[in-house]
């Protein structure tokens, strides 16, 4: 590179820029600022022509201004102009200028871009070097469009030289970046995988960062890379420190070079060849070997050097988990590392550690540093590694060490890291409850994580060790002691009270006998903390109250007096107010027998994937979850559930599921409602129910909504809609909800029946018929449902709701009204539904019918069958309009294809039939082929029109049995198409 | 209250750092200067507000002051106070630059620790503390003891801003009334909006304790004694209409301290005990009948892309017998301006390029004259589509005249325990009108 001289300096510019620096003030810098622009200008002035230098000087001069913050709007022409000289220093400062300040200027980029295809195509390597990092540095749209096809050959071409064939890597590689789909490597693949083995390092460098990032976008075409980057590397590895010169790093051959090789590597599965698999190993033994010899010198560079190509090394063993020779070495090197004076280090070593922990081979290898990880987490300065330690600690933790592991971690947590603190908390908590061995061990760390930082513990937390506890026998005595303890230190967090409240009210009983803790006591207990707690833990504390009452007789009185007095009973929330009232007027007017069926024992919980760990993964993020703790989660499910799938449909559920979350919810406050139509409040059918006297109790209790908080299992959203169709029906009549039902499984298939046709029998059992008729005119409609009672006994309490789940409200409205409550035996009632199709939908409607059938709570949902479909406006058109549209809506968005087998066989009149009553027009004579069958119609929402055109192609010829469709449906909207496919297929 | 009060130069750095309480921080000093010195855009608001404290700051050249408070303060009393503490450097040690306060910055301290006690305002009245704050330091044995409880006496006292047992020989005052007259005027002649914001500045050399009165032709009291008075004064004010209009309507006006409110409150007449030396003994501001002395006749005309020709004609609208002075047109030039001819036939003309304008002074004009000036300016073409904004034509002068039209009737001095009468003290009235932003569009 021409060095620039002395004489060459622009003293000019270098004037400018001292004036400005000693500029006092904003003001005078703006001053000298314009001075010099208007010097520019004048010299910028057509009618003189000014020589190289001068007009290098004055578009540096601008440069600098612009890069001072102000605006420039000329100078570009000229900056262009020096693109063309044949000197370094001015085409340097024209490409300069270029770089910095250029914008998609129409008429410039079309020079600029000329002036660079010439700079390519000339032979002077810095020129073309010159050329490529301007290409680079602008990265723009339009460079990409302009060079993307010419870079790869000259990075590839024999005469090139080495320093711009660097160029072209990164110039490539920066291209790439910014517009993928411009950079087609095709035909250049094998040749820039061969740049791998060039002679110039440099070039080998620059290459592997190209093909690393391609690699990943394809990693079959760069297949080859594998050997080749494997041979480079262990060329680098075996040479000695000399033998590389310009490479060697601190007495390190090509440490940069060596950390790229190994990371390409680590894009690809271990090498299947023997021969280079072999190599490869040995290549690891080596640096390995080599970071245990004493360093070459005491300068910080050379162990960077070395220690990056380590952990690089280290990275890759992990990845191809295969070696278990390897991965123990590389963990005991990393043991050396946990404690050495570099905090980097340190932190590295236990990153590294982390995912070493994960692979079976080195578990055991990993867990020999327990002592040194716990001494980090303890006495280390810095918190990023501390936070570290934790982590790794939680990876290594197993049933052997849990009890050790679970201590350290709570007495850390007194001292740690507010902003760990949280992650800390779920992590105990998980390890916890993944390694208990017993039952009593897992409440005594619980309560003591509550104990101890209260604050953090989520809600989760809390509602495991309840669900455990309530599953578990065994524990529930001790849990009771425990917690009836714990509450017994005078400042306790309100977490442990709710736990408290909620244990007590359970399993008080158990530890009634001991005369400390009669039940009084514990009474007592509970509510001398009542008055510090925010309202649902009140809410909670009131219903552990009521379960006292049943539980212990004796003290009805006090509690009854508890609740009568005005700060309960009047108080000015409405939740507490209601709670109060209900509880009294139950406790004074029910049996005892009542009593002890509505405030039964609760069942115990379904069994489902860890709530505590969803969360850990959901605060982590995607990715962040090491795929191991996945599989333990999954392994864990199928252990409990009896099959991994069904944690996992209950996650999707979850995800569908329309309800608020009732994350304070617990016991209190019942998840709105999630229609517009709201139920019949339960304030009002309780004074009902009441004014009856006790001639009903039983139905008049399971009347009371209330009351559902104390059935209900403590749930996390992801229950509601999880629970299968079986648990309703299996449960026992008190352990009915009010909540809608989940919709009936077959719900989906009486939906399928009803595509093609408008009125029939919806559902049938041996209580309850439901019939249809519907009838659609444009995007409105309206159906008439039939309830026929087809037993002898009236229905009480009929009641019926439509509801639109997830995003259907916004596509469908509907309206609907009450029915009358009551219906006789063998009578019918009508209800009619208006429809009105806003936008195009995928869900259907659900309708929950709810009645009671000889005191027992029937409760059942079914889908509405209302499908996109109904709005159908059949379209008659002729074969070439047909085919005209059909090429219209060529975009592959737009099509829908689905091949399926022929469910009863072919029968044309039958397939005719069910398409005209799909809503389209049947079009004959359109096809070629007269077996296809080709109709047309168009959707009508409000919103907007939606023209759909459809072939249904069966093959007839084929044997029964074996016979398929092929159904291809077109139209101006995918969800449309989508939704049309799957709901034809299912008719055929 | 006032929490604390800063001086930086201009680059940031701390020159005077005075804590009154203890709310404000050390970290308070460096948060104005990164937010506002140093800000990226240049900070217009003279107030500023930074994590729930508030920095009130004026400029004097490349000076900032700033006070500090995380009170709620009156924002008015802030900025009166440290236009005041200009006030009293200026009168201590001259400018107010960088050398100058760092040269000075004992007595900075200790003027400080006067003007301003746990961030109240206390007296700031610059001869009432020439009197006990010194350049030199007060020596003490110089000092006797009658005159130090003399200064207690008179700090407390009702007149805090003058001592007793003042002399001079010769009993003199001089009063300037110092007008800026604001203007901005459309194209076309019409006014857009004009004001003139004026001070009396008065300088006193008196004997004693007087007691002085000061009139002039404010329009309510020419009204009330034209009402109330004999026909003779109606007659007066008569003849002295033709010489020009007799009264004048004051917007809105402010006092020296000295002045008795309840006096002009109740007679709307001004009285006074004067400090010694020189005060300011009012502002005032008007909004009608403005003398406008000078009008901006522009003309534009864009040739082509490249080529601009401007014409301006400057006339002056006051009496032939008056001169202007320090005349000084401002004509703007586009950015993308590269060459400028200009041809002028009084006065000198330029082409500032560091302040994209051209510049024509005329050092004199008499009233009711013209005079012109035309310029060629040659454009480079840009790549930018943006239209000039044309900003207006500014003007500065100075004329020996108040636009405004106030007239000073008298000012009379009363001393009853020396003896000297009004006629024996000498008055000097002086008035002069100066451009405040006078500015015509083109």
Not at chain 1, 242 to 264: E, G, H, I, M, N
Not at chain 1, 305 to 333: G, M, T, W
Not at chain 1, 649 to 657: G, I, V, Y
């Amino acid at each position: 590179m021409p060095a620039v001289s002395k004489g060459d300096g622009m003293r000019g510019l270098a004037v400018f820029i001292s004036d400005i620096r000693n500029c006092k003030s904003k003001e005078a810098e703006i001053k000298r600022i314009n001075k010099e622009l208007a010097n520019i200008r004048s010299k910028f002035k057509g009618d003189k022509a000014l020589d190289g230098y001068s007009k290098k000087k004055y578009v540096c001069k601008l440069l600098f201004i612009f890069l001072l913050g102000h605006d420039i709007d000329f100078g570009h022409m000229e900056a262009v102009n020096l693109l063309s000289s044949n000197k370094y220093t001015e085409k340097q400062i024209g490409y300069l200028f270029i770089s910095v300040l250029v914008n998609s200027n129409s008429e410039l980029i079309r020079l600029i871009n000329n002036a660079i295809k010439n700079d390519l195509s000339s032979r002077n390597p810095t020129f073309m070097c010159l050329a490529l990092h301007c290409i680079a540095n602008v990265g723009s749209r339009e460079m990409a469009e302009a060079f993307a096809g010419e870079i790869p050959r000259i990075l590839v071409a024999g005469d090139t030289m080495d320093s711009v064939k660097q160029s072209a890597a990164l110039c490539l590689l920066r291209l790439y970046k910014t517009c993928p789909d411009l950079v087609l490597m095709g035909e250049w693949t094998s040749r820039v995988v061969h740049l791998l083995n060039d002679q110039h390092m440099g070039v080998v460098t620059a290459a592997i960062s190209l093909i690393t990032c391609l690699s990943q976008k394809n990693p079959d075409e760069f297949k080859t890379c594998v050997s080749l980057a494997v041979s480079r590397l262990s060329r680098i590895v075996s040479s000695a420190s000399t033998d590389l010169q310009d490479y060697t790093y601190y007495f390190v051959p090509a440490p940069w070079l060596s950390c790229k090789l190994l990371r390409l590597l680590q894009c690809y599965p271990p090498p299947e060849d023997g021969a280079v698999k072999g190599r490869l190993v040995e290549c690891l033994e080596t640096i390995l070997n080599k970071a245990q010899e004493p360093p070459k010198s005491k300068k910080v560079q050379h162990s960077n050097a070395k220690n990056a190509i380590l952990f690089e090394a280290i990275a890759l063993i992990i990845h191809y988990d295969s070696e278990p020779n390897l991965l123990v070495r590389a963990c005991n090197q990393l043991g050396q590392f946990l404690q050495h004076r570099e905090t980097n280090l340190r932190y590295l070593a236990l990153e590294s550690m982390c995912t070493l922990a994960s692979s079976e081979f080195s578990h055991e290898a990993v867990k020999t540093h327990i002592e040194t990880v716990i001494n980090a987490l303890k006495t280390e300065r810095d918190v990023s590694v501390r936070q570290r330690a934790a982590d790794l600690l939680y990876a290594m933790c197993d049933r052997s060490n849990a009890k050790q592991i679970v201590a350290e971690m709570l007495s850390y947590l007194e001292t740690a890291d507010y902003s760990i603190r949280e992650e800390m908390v779920l992590k105990v908590a998980i390890l916890a409850e993944k390694y208990a061995v017993d039952y009593s061990w897992y409440v005594d760390t619980i309560l003591n994580l509550i104990r101890i930082a209260g604050d953090y513990v989520s809600e989760e937390v809390w509602y495991r060790v309840i669900q455990i506890v309530i599953n578990r026998d065994d524990v529930q005595g001790y849990a009771a002691k425990t917690v009836f303890e714990a509450l017994q230190a005078p400042a306790c967090h309100e977490n442990m009270v709710k736990v408290g409240g909620y244990i007590l009210g359970e399993f008080g009983n158990l530890i009634a006998g001991d005369p400390r803790s009669s039940p009084l006591v514990q009474f007592n207990l509970l509510h001398s903390k009542f008055h510090l707690c925010s309202v649902p833990t009140r809410a909670l504390l009131l219903s552990a109250y009521i379960k006292f009452i049943n539980l212990f007789p004796e003290t009805k009185s006090t509690i009854q007096e508890v609740l009568r007095c005005d700060s309960q009973i009047r108080n000015s929330d409405v939740e507490l107010q209601q709670r109060a009232v209900e509880y009294l007027k139950l406790s004074s007017i029910a049996s005892t027998d009542v009593l002890a069926t509505v405030l039964e024992e609760m069942p115990p919980f379904p069994e489902r994937e860890s709530s505590i760990l969803a969360k850990l993964k959901k605060k982590k993020g995607p990715g962040a979850v090491s795929v191991n703790e996945l599989e333990d989660a999954k392994r864990e499910g199928g252990e409990l559930n009896g099959g991994g799938e069904r944690a996992d449909t209950s996650a999707m559920a979850a995800s569908n599921a329309s309800t608020p979350s009732p994350s304070a919810d617990l016991l209190g406050l019942r998840p709105a409602p999630a229609v517009g139509s709201a139920p019949p409040s339960t304030g009002s059918l309780l004074v009902d129910v009441f004014s009856e006297g006790s001639a009903a109790p039983s139905a008049g209790v399971n009347d009371d909504g209330f009351l559902r908080d104390l059935e209900q299992p403590p749930e996390t959203s992801d229950t509601l809609l999880a629970e299968g169709p079986g648990d309703s029906d299996s449960a026992p009549p008190p352990a009915v909800s009010e909540e809608p039902a989940p919709p009936l499984p077959e719900a989906e298939e009486l939906l399928n029946k009803f595509v093609c046709k408008n009125n029939g029998v919806l559902f049938e059992n041996q209580l309850l018929q439901i019939g249809i008729k519907s009838e659609y005119r444009q995007n409105l409609g309206r159906m008439y449902l039939f309830y026929g009672n087809k037993t002898s006994v009236q229905f009480v309490s009929f009641s019926t709701t439509v509801s639109c789940p997830g995003e259907l409200p916004t596509q469908l409205n509907l309206q609907t009204k009450t029915v009358e409550p009551l219906i006789e035996g063998g009578a019918q009632v009508q209800q009619v539904v208006n429809i009105e199709c806003l936008t195009d939908f995928v869900d259907a409607p659900l309708l929950n019918i709810k009645f009671r059938y000889g005191g027992a709570l029937q409760n059942l949902t079914l889908k509405l069958p209302v499908t996109i479909n109904k709005f159908f406006q059949p379209t008659e058109m002729l074969s070439q309009e047909f085919f005209q549209r059909w090429k219209q809506l060529s975009q592959p968005q737009q099509e829908a294809q689905k091949i399926f087998k022929a469910g009863h066989g072919i029968d044309t009149e039958v397939v005719k039939a069910k398409l005209l009553g799909l809503g389209t027009a049947l079009l004959e004579n359109v096809d070629p082929n007269p077996e296809n069958f080709v109709c047309a119609g168009v959707i009508q929402t409000k919103a907007q029109q939606v023209g759909c055109l459809l072939r249904l192609e069966p093959n007839a010829q084929a044997q029964p049995g074996e016979q398929m469709y092929r159904l291809t449906l077109r139209s101006s909207k995918d969800t449309v198409s989508k939704r049309l496919c799957e709901l034809l297929s299912e008719q055929f | 209250m006032i929490g604390g009060l800063f001086i930086y130069n201009h680059k940031g750095e701390v020159l005077i750092s005075r804590v009154y309480r203890d709310d404000i921080g050390r970290n308070a000093v460096d948060a104005f200067r990164v937010n506002v010195i140093h800000a990226r855009q240049q900070v217009r608001s003279p107030v500023t507000n930074i994590a729930r404290t508030s920095f009130f700051h004026v400029k004097r050249a490349n000076i900032w002051l700033a006070a500090v408070t995380k009170q709620n303060v009156n924002a008015a009393m802030v900025f009166e106070f440290l236009y005041k503490m200009c006030d009293v450097m200026t009168a201590y040690f001259g400018k107010i630059s960088e050398e100058n306060i760092k040269n000075n910055f004992v007595l900075i301290y200790e003027l400080l620790d006067e003007i301003l006690d746990f961030g109240y305002p206390q007296n700031s009245e610059t001869g009432a503390l020439k009197t006990f704050i010194t350049q030199q330091g007060i020596k003490g044995q110089h000092q006797t003891k009658e005159e130090q409880s003399q200064i207690t006496s008179q700090v407390t006292g009702q007149i805090g801003w003058r001592r007793e047992g003042i002399k001079y020989r010769r009993n003199e005052l001089f009063l300037d009334v110092l007008e800026s007259v604001n203007l901005l005027m459309s194209p076309q002649g019409q006014v857009l909006s004009a004001h003139v914001s004026g001070r009396v500045v008065m300088k006193s050399y008196l004997s004693g304790m007087p007691e002085c009165k000061f009139g002039m032709n404010d329009k309510i009291v020419i009204d009330k004694q034209g009402k109330g008075g004999t026909t003779d004064e109606a007659g007066k004010s008569e003849l002295g209409g033709s010489s020009g209009k007799q009264s004048i309507a004051i917007d809105d006006c402010t006092f020296h301290q000295c002045v008795r409110l309840s006096k002009f409150d109740s007679e709307r007449s001004i009285s006074f005990i004067p400090p010694d030396g020189e005060y300011e003994l009012m502002r005032y501001r008007t909004t009608k009948d403005i003398i406008l002395p000078f009008r901006v006749i522009p003309l534009v005309r864009e040739v082509g892309r490249t080529k601009l020709e401007v014409k301006v004609v400057i006339k002056s609208n006051f009496k032939p017998s008056l001169l202007a002075q320090k005349i000084e047109v401002s004509i703007p030039t586009p950015l993308n301006t590269s060459g400028v001819q200009v041809i002028c036939m009084k006065g000198k003309a330029k082409y500032k390029a560091s302040e994209n304008a051209i510049v024509w002074k005329i050092k004199r004009m008499a009233g009711m004259k013209e005079s012109q000036i035309s310029a060629e300016i040659e454009l480079l073409p840009t790549n930018d589509k943006k239209k000039w904004a044309r900003p207006p034509i500014s003007m500065n002068f100075e004329v020996p005249f108040a636009p405004s039209g106030l007239k000073v009737r008298y000012l009379k001095v009363f001393e009853s325990k020396l003896n000297y009468s009004d006629h024996d003290v000498i008055k000097w009235v002086r008035y002069i009108g100066r451009s405040g932003i006078y500015e015509t569009r083109c």
